[in-house]
């Protein structure tokens, strides 16, 4: 079982910038990936971005391509998501998710991740 634990949400005006992280701890094995979701008030969780470990490959969900940017730190068994330029519409609740062998066609699938952590808000005020 590997716990998951995000830090880093808060409020920020429109245009302003946060950066989350969420530490990974217990039994990450090679090819662990992980992901951030997002879940809006009375929305369904969606995906925002995801990166493997071992290799550094990286996905996006359009909606932040570009002014998201997903990155590691192997050393610290941490992932972090550097959110610049917010929207209101950014507005939610984050959650870093893990899982084995993340690929292309599945990475958005929240109902294939296994470890969940318990979320932080992100507040975008415009």
Do not use: H
């Not at 830090?7 to 302003?16: E, I, M, T």
């Not at 550097?82 to 690929?103: H, K, P, W």
Request: one cysteine or more.
């Amino acid at each position: 079982q590997v716990q998951l634990v995000e830090s880093g949400g808060g409020l920020v005006q429109a245009g302003g910038s946060l950066r989350l992280s969420c530490a990974a701890s217990g039994r990450v094995f090679a090819g662990y990936a992980l992901s951030w979701f997002r879940q809006r008030p009375g929305q369904e969780r969606q995906f925002v971005a995801a990166i493997s470990l071992n290799q550094g490959t990286t996905y996006y969900s359009d909606s932040v391509k570009g002014r998201f940017t997903i990155s590691k730190d192997n050393a610290k068994a941490t992932v972090y998501l550097q959110m610049n330029d917010l929207e209101s519409e950014d507005t939610a609740v984050y959650f870093c998710a893990g899982r084995l062998l993340i690929t292309r066609a599945d990475v958005g699938n929240l109902k294939t991740y296994r470890d969940w952590g318990q979320g932080t808000q992100v507040t975008v005020a415009s």
